[in-house]
């Protein structure tokens, strides 16, 4: 399920609510259509017990979520290149204290023409993406396991 979308200024942001009740956003920015696209991803409600666990998150094709996490396809990967860069993979992120808090700048992604990520989902993963090194899923998703929350990329007036 998800909870709002919004932009404030240049920032795209996208709430995320799941399973197991993980709740925040992630703010987009990108100042101009050729320029690096930045994120500050601020997630909270991961299990305090399995803090150490690394959590993959990824854009996916699709904005659907109509059969929550399940209907948002693939990892978005419009160039087809193999794991782990390709601009729908953001990486590993590890929770403390039950929190995310990240800044990553120079994203490969774009909210500008036709490869831009608005209308598409975030999906936060239940384990590490393994960066391409495992089996040949490993090249397209990074056997990042189940998918526990998503949301789709949106804006509103700022």
């Excluded at 109509?66 to 290149?81: I, L, R």
């Excluded at 193999?82 to 800044?103: C, M, Q, S």
């Amino acid at each position: 399920s998800i909870a709002q979308n919004s932009v404030y200024n240049r920032f795209r942001r996208a709430a995320v609510k799941g399973e197991p009740r993980v709740t925040g956003q992630v703010l987009f920015k990108q100042c101009y259509s050729h320029g690096r696209l930045e994120a500050i991803f601020d997630l909270d409600g991961f299990p305090l017990e399995n803090n150490q666990s690394g959590r993959a998150i990824h854009i996916h094709q699709l904005g659907d979520l109509s059969d929550g996490c399940d209907s948002t396809g693939g990892h978005y990967n419009p160039f087809g290149v193999n794991h782990p860069r390709h601009p729908g993979d953001f990486g590993n992120f590890f929770p403390k204290e039950g929190k995310i808090w990240k800044y990553k700048p120079n994203l490969l992604a774009t909210v500008f023409g036709p490869y831009s990520i608005l209308g598409r989902s975030i999906v936060l993963h239940e384990q590490e993406d393994d960066m391409g090194k495992g089996n040949k899923a490993s090249l397209e998703n990074g056997n990042a396991g189940k998918r526990l929350a998503c949301c789709v990329i949106g804006m509103i007036k700022s």
